[in-house]
């Protein structure tokens, strides 16, 4: 079984900063495409980040300049840093990875349980 385990979420003020992680663990043969997805009360499920296995990183315009993806492949891990924190940055943030396990070519997408972060005064 694969899982993917968010952390990191929190109250922040306007301006702040809080750093997000999200960790993979289970029997894992190989992780692509790891993402950030973010989902406000009302509002669709939008994407956030995405970070290839080699590095590579796309942000959503809203978040650019802000936000940072990274990841420690070592550790089946991702990291949202997200800076300069905005009162609509509020939402609950997910983790997608595209993930092949042991002994299998297939590719899943697998999804984490979400952590709140919440931007207020």
């Known amino acids: 079984q694969v899982q993917l385990v968010e952390s990191g979420g929190g109250l922040v003020q306007p301006g702040g900063s809080l750093r997000l992680s999200c960790a993979a663990s289970?029997?894992?043969?190989?992780?692509?495409?790891m993402r950030w997805y973010r989902q406000a009360p009302g509002k669709q499920r939008e994407l956030v980040a995405s970070?290839?296995?080699?590095?590579?990183?796309n942000y959503a315009d809203s978040v650019k300049g802000r936000f940072t993806a990274s990841r420690d492949n070592a550790k089946n891990t991702v990291y949202l840093q997200m800076n300069s924190l905005k009162p609509e940055d509020t939402a609950v943030y997910y983790c997608?990875?595209?993930?092949?396990?042991?002994?299998?070519?297939?590719?899943?997408?697998?999804w984490g349980q979400g952590t709140q972060v919440t931007v207020s005064s």
């Open positions: 289970g029997r894992i043969r190989s992780i692509n495409t």
């Open positions: 997608n990875a595209d993930i092949s396990r042991e002994y299998t070519f297939a590719i899943n997408s697998y």
């Open positions: 970070i290839t296995s080699g590095g590579g990183t």
